[in-house]
């Protein structure tokens, strides 16, 4: 878990302004992914990325993009940030712990859209 | 697409008792089944997963069983504890490709000593 750092940790932003949030990570995976979390909804995936400058849409991917210009860093914008836009948005590596290649989030960025 | 249901919503069961968590899928394709445990305030944490090709797996006093036929799989905890209290959240997707995880809607456990 050490190895994937979320930025901001929180931030406030009001309704029409763009923001940027930064998922980094250290151990060079090659697949990551945005998450956002709001109750009654479990996790829903919003973009992943398999590689640099790849990436692809989830389910939830209207007024969202993304960039990977390189291999550490996966970034989420919100080019023009509304209230419905409030969440909590976990990044996620996929990695092999021992014989597990599964997901492992990062410590997640609380986004409110005033 | 895969849409996967979880229930209960809430669980509240007495110290040392068991706990089961049962979640539903509807994509046939999918072979890779994770659970997650996420405490207040915390990233969600793997607990323990299975692939299709099992029907059950135990890490201690979790275990997952899968039932491919009925499209349902199921977290088990004996002996609850009370830092066992948390929201766990089951998951599918194809290990083929990019991995992409449909989560259930959670399950927040309490343990009541």
Known sequence: ?114 | GENVEQHPSTLSVQEGDSAVIKCTYSDSASNYFPWYKQELGKRPQLIIDIRSNVGEKKDQRIAVTLNKTAKHFSLHITETQPEDSAVYFCAASSLQGAQKLVFGQGTRLTINP
């Open chain 1, 1 to 114: 878990d050490a190895g994937i750092t979320q930025s901001p940790r929180h931030k406030v932003t009001e309704t029409g302004t763009p923001v940027t949030l930064r998922c980094h990570q250290t151990e060079n995976h090659r697949y990551m992914y945005w998450y956002r979390q709001d109750p009654g909804h479990g996790l829903r995936l919003i973009h992943y990325s398999y590689g640099v400058k790849d990436t692809d849409k989830g389910e939830v991917s209207d007024g969202y993009s993304v960039s990977r210009s390189k291999t550490e860093d996966f970034l989420l914008t919100l080019e023009s940030a509304t209230s419905s836009q409030t969440s909590v948005y976990f990044c996620a590596i996929r990695g092999q712990r021992g014989a597990t290649d599964t997901q492992y989030f990062g410590p997640g960025t609380r986004l409110t859209v005033l």
